[in-house]
């Protein structure tokens, strides 16, 4: 099990366990972390999971893929950091990880 770290706008933190092999939308949502919605299920298809990853955990994850890249140009918040719960899987090297939610999911 590793340690996930959720930060909502207004800074309350809600830490969670999951698996290994889990993808941080589906570890919100199975765990009722409000602000994590996860309305296409994890197939990225909505940006309805956005968070923000800053250092240093970006630099741990893979590269974004294109259709990440596209899903979240309809993001009301998009930044630097900004990527898809759904995309980050779960790896040892992610144990603890801290991702930040924006104000709401569109």
């Not at 919605?37 to 923000?52: E, I, L, R, S």
């Not at 980050?88 to 801290?98: A, N, R, S, V, W």
């Amino acid at each position: 099990m590793s340690q996930v770290h959720f930060i909502s706008f207004d800074g309350v933190r809600r830490s969670i366990q999951t698996a290994l092999g889990e993808n941080l939308m589906r570890a919100a949502t199975d765990n009722g972390v409000p602000g994590i919605d996860g309305d296409c299920g994890g197939q990225c298809a909505c940006a309805t999971c956005h968070v923000f990853v800053s250092a240093p955990w970006a630099e741990r994850l893979p590269e974004m893929q294109a259709k990440e890249h596209d899903i979240l140009e309809f993001t009301n918040e998009r930044r630097e950091s900004s990527r898809l719960a759904c995309q980050i899987i779960m790896t040892p090297e992610l144990d603890g990880i801290e991702v930040h939610m924006p104000e709401g999911q569109h």
